[in-house]
Every structure is written in C-alpha cells, then in structure tokens.
C-alpha cells in the first residue's frame, strides 16, 4: 500500500524550531519529487516547498524562505522539513505529498503544529 | 505569483444535483490544473489532474474541463459521501498556488 506517515508536530514557542519526518512505503521513493503542504485552522491549502527525487533542487514559498529547510533521506525513504524561526502564522497542520508529475498523490495524514507562546 | 480564484466559495445542493465549481487563473497555464477534494480531519484526495484526466479509482461522476485560464469541475449527480470541500491548484509555475476551497454542503 502506497503511504506517506508524517510525524514530528506539536507546539513550540515562538522563535523555536521543530523538524517533521514523512516516512514513506509502497513506492519508489527515490524517484519522485517531494512537496509539504500547509493549512492554517479554517483556512485553505497553501504551498510550503519541494524537492528534486534526488536532493539536488529544492523550492520554497516567498513566506517560509530562509527559515524552513526541505531534505530527503532516500536510503530511509523519509523525507524531512526542518522549520526555524517559528511564528504564530506557521501554525497550521503539515502535509507532505508526492509529485506524480505535476499533481501531488497520495498525501499524508498530516501533522500538526503551533506556534504559540 | 499565479493566483487561484475559486466560485463560488460554498454552495448547498441537494443529493442528485449537479454541482459546477469553477476556477480561474490569473494566467494562462495550460493544463497544469488538478482538483482536490477534502473532508474534514482528512488529507486532501486527488480526483482530476491536468483539468480533465480522472483519477484511478474516483467515481465517474467527478469530471473536470477548461484549459488556459478558465477551468470546471462538475459532479453529475451529488451523493451524500460528496459533501466536503474541494480545491483546484495550479503546478505550471512556482510558488505552486491553490484556489480558495468550496465547501460543498447538504441543502
């Protein structure tokens, strides 16, 4: 079964950093880019970054850029988002998913994170 | 940035209604449209890519039109497993964007 796991949410105090974990299984892993996906309580879908299959090329929107950190681990089919400098505006539940060539199936379960003093 | 616009933003409809929700591109982006569909708790599932190419496994009555700038996804017929919201995104271009959400509800 193809299946993307993330962990390592919670809450963290402003200024903090937290590191989310997205294992993945059923898939060749190290083929396919990789994208985390964020939404805000009540709100929508909002792009955080992307990475190359091999760790080569990585993107980031304009508003986590310099603070947030994609990588892959393909020998551990995980994939990670180191995120420093936390705000309250990060909060939000985190989703990693898979690019199939320019749509993202399946995504994770999420993971949830605030940002709160 | 390509922004994403979604209408409407909610709708209530009733079990066998046919349901249009429509997404517009601030430019052209060829085909690069895909819609998702999100219940609540849950992690979006992926029902058309590339504006019109089903997903394996997604019920028929979801289809999805359009190219350039303008884009459709309708539900034939409404069923009760359909009520959730959904989401158009574009991936022509970086940052990837998303439209806004309709929230589909029981009349």
């Known amino acids: 079964e193809v299946q993307l796991v993330e962990s390592g949410g919670g809450l963290v105090q402003p200024g903090g950093s937290l590191r989310l974990s997205c294992a993945a299984s059923?898939?060749?892993?190290?083929?396919?880019?990789m994208h985390w996906v964020r939404q805000a309580p009540g709100k929508g879908l909002v792009w955080v970054s992307r990475?190359?299959?091999?760790?080569?090329?990585?993107s980031y929107a304009d508003s986590v850029k310099g603070r947030f950190t994609i990588s892959r681990d393909n020998a551990k089919n995980t994939l990670y988002l180191q995120m420093n400098s936390l705000r309250a505006e990060d909060t939000a539940v985190y989703y990693c998913?898979?690019?199939?060539?320019?749509?993202?199936?399946?995504w994770g379960q999420g993971t949830p994170v605030t940002v709160s003093s | 940035d390509i922004q994403m616009t979604q209408s409407p933003s909610s709708l209530s409809a009733s079990v066998g209604d046919r349901v249009t929700i429509t997404c517009r591109a601030s430019?052209?982006?060829?085909?690069?449209l895909n819609w998702y569909q999100q219940k609540p708790g849950k992690a979006p599932k992926l029902l058309i890519y590339?504006?019109?190419s089903l997903q394996s496994g997604v019920p028929s009555r979801f289809s999805g039109s359009g190219s350039a700038t303008d884009f459709t996804l309708t539900i034939s017929s409404l069923q009760p497993e359909d009520f959730a919201s959904y989401y158009c995104?574009?991936?022509?271009?970086?940052?990837?964007?998303f439209g806004g959400g309709t929230k589909v509800e029981i009349k």
């Open positions: 990475i190359k299959s091999d760790g080569s090329y990585t």
């Open positions: 590339a504006a019109s």
């Open positions: 059923g898939f060749t892993f190290s083929s396919y880019w």
């Open positions: 998913a898979t690019d199939r060539g320019y749509w993202f199936d399946p």
């Open positions: 430019q052209s982006i060829n085909n690069y």
């Open positions: 995104q574009q991936t022509y271009s970086t940052p990837l964007t």
